[in-house]
């Protein structure tokens, strides 16, 4: 399975635009790329999913470059909100099960 | 909305007791899976099931097992609790398909605490 790697931890303010990049050099011709979000004390929730090219929807964007060997979680205008970990993950395809969770961001957004 | 619960939010059990942890969905979902969660290691896969008795190990299974009789239920057992089984326990939950439909839904989580 492909290993992600992430940043530990990111710093923002209210309003900003965040960018984290998730590495995934051995990222499978069938591999999906998904964003995770984690409140404390409460189970992950699904942000968003791409296979290539850029994928929008109403709470973040995804960029996936055309080499695939990485890709960037584009949250716009952070709120207190968002502070949460952010995880990467990349697997799926093929008729895969398993999803293999790094160890995630963690997203500080402060006023 | 899916729904995935899990039978208690906070457990404290003493050391060398069996102890289970119960997860239930109500989605129909073929797929269940049992992680743990640990501060610097994010979640790391310890069973997963992908039909009814039919499991598979993850990344950590020493010292677990786990029970699929129902489709909608999938329980993690630990058969004598250890210390360094304290952890908070995730259950989650998918379809089987395509990768584009590959969410997993997760439940509230078990924080356990082994004396």
């Known amino acids: 399975l492909a290993k992600t790697t992430q940043p530990i931890s990111m710093d923002s303010y209210e309003g900003q635009e965040v960018n984290i990049t998730c590495s995934h050099n051995n990222i499978a011709t069938n591999d999906y790329i998904t964003w995770y979000q984690q409140f404390p004390s409460q189970g992950p929730r699904f942000i968003i999913q791409?296979?290539?090219t850029k994928v929008t929807n109403e709470v973040a964007s995804l960029f996936i470059p055309a080499d695939r060997k990485s890709s960037t979680l584009s949250l716009p205008r952070v709120s207190l909100s968002d502070t949460a970990v952010y995880y990467c993950l990349v697997g799926g395809g093929g008729g895969g099960n398993k999803l293999t969770f790094g160890t995630g961001t963690q997203l500080k957004v402060e006023l | 909305d899916v729904k995935v619960t899990q039978s208690s939010r906070y457990l404290v059990k003493r050391t060398g007791e069996k102890v289970f942890l119960e997860c239930v969905q109500d989605?129909?979902?073929?797929?269940m899976f049992w992680y743990r969660q640990d501060p610097g290691l994010g979640l790391r896969l310890i069973y997963f099931?992908?039909?009814?008795?039919?499991?598979e190990k993850g990344d950590i299974p020493e010292g677990y097992s786990v029970s699929r009789e129902k489709k909608e239920r999938f329980s993690l057992i630990l058969e004598s609790a250890s210390t360094n089984q304290t952890s908070m326990y995730l259950c989650?939950?998918?379809?089987?398909?395509?990768?584009?439909?590959?969410?997993?839904?997760f439940g509230p989580g078990t924080r356990l605490t082994v004396l």
């Open positions: 989650a939950s998918k379809s089987p398909g395509l990768a584009s439909t590959d969410t997993q839904y």
């Open positions: 791409g296979y290539k």
């Open positions: 989605m129909d979902h073929e797929n």
């Open positions: 099931s992908y039909d009814v008795k039919m499991k």
